[in-house]
């Protein structure tokens, strides 16, 4: 039986570690000696995040152990016409276990992290996915878009 729970500060390091693995299965890790600045930046952030409801996450759990992640990063920006709250939110740190897949731990995250969003003033969720769970997102009503740029330095 999976349970989906809200995670808190003390599921910080799973919460890290956890991210650190899915960076590592998509080779966002460039070089793995960057992972200790990483997880601690990732530490600091949530612990200054997860207090003030800026980063909610949720938590999989089966068979007495922690099967899967995901992330909601909420933040307002200036009003639009279709969002006159100017509240956002974004889906990040998906991740299940690779025993775990296909079972419906991602769905079952999903599923939660929307409920909470229709729960606020944000209208829309926004995400990047990988080629492998870009399924998930489409049957939860997810659809591609293409206008965005990025500049990195």
Excluded: C, H
């Amino acid at each position: 039986m999976l349970n989906i729970r809200r995670a808190d500060l003390n599921d910080l390091e799973v919460l890290v570690q956890m991210r650190l693995e899915f960076f590592r299965e998509v080779g966002s890790l460039k070089r793995e000696a960057n992972t200790t600045a990483l997880a601690e930046a990732t530490r600091q952030y949530l612990i200054k995040k997860m207090p003030r409801g800026e980063f909610m996450a949720w938590i999989a759990e089966a068979e007495g152990r922690i099967v899967g992640i995901s992330g909601l990063a909420l933040w307002e920006r200036p009003p639009l016409e279709e969002n006159l709250a100017g509240m956002e939110s974004y889906l990040t740190n998906m991740y299940t276990i690779p025993e775990w897949r296909g079972k419906g731990v991602a769905t079952a995250l999903l599923k939660e992290t929307i409920e909470f969003v229709k729960g606020t003033e944000a209208r829309r969720i926004w995400l990047r996915s990988t080629e492998a769970s870009k399924s998930v997102y489409e049957k939860a009503g997810f659809s591609p878009i293409t206008s965005q740029m990025e500049l990195v330095w």
